[in-house]
C-alpha cells in the first residue's frame, strides 16, 4: 500500500464526478438553499444563549434526511455512512476528519422537524 499524496482526495474525487455522481446530479437540479427559510422557521432556529454546541446547519441536516429516505437507512447507518462514503461527504459540505452528525442529532433533528 502507497502512502497519499496531496492529491488523491481530490483525483478521487474527480473520478467519481466523471462516472456520474447522482448526488452531485441531486445538488445541481434541487436548490437547498431555497428550503433554509422554511427550515430555520419550522426548527426554531435563532438567537442561542451562549454555551453548548452550536446545532449543525439546517439544510445539511435536510441532506442527511434525504440521504436516509433514499437509502431507507436507519440513524445509526446514516452516522456510519456519513463519515465513510466521500461522495456523501461532498454532498453534504463535509470535510474529512470534521466532526458529522451522529445518530442521536439526526433523531432529534428528525422530530424537531416533524
Not at 448526488?23 to 445541481?28: G, I, K, P, S, T
Amino acid at each position: 500500500m502507497h502512502a497519499p499524496g496531496l492529491f488523491d482526495l481530490t483525483d478521487h474525487l474527480a473520478r467519481l464526478s466523471a462516472t456520474g455522481d447522482p448526488l452531485e446530479a441531486l445538488d445541481c437540479h434541487v436548490n437547498f438553499e431555497a428550503l433554509r427559510p422554511v427550515l430555520v422557521a419550522a426548527l426554531g432556529y435563532g438567537e442561542r444563549p451562549k454555551g453548548g454546541r452550536p446545532p449543525y446547519d439546517a439544510v445539511v441536516m435536510f441532506k442527511v434526511l434525504v440521504l436516509a429516505s433514499m437509502h431507507n437507512l436507519s440513524d445509526e447507518r446514516m452516522e456510519f455512512l456519513i463519515r465513510d462514503r466521500f461522495s456523501w461527504l461532498r454532498f453534504l459540505g463535509f470535510q474529512i476528519g470534521e466532526p458529522t452528525p451522529d445518530q442521536k442529532t439526526i433523531w432529534l433533528f428528525r422530530e424537531k422537524l416533524t
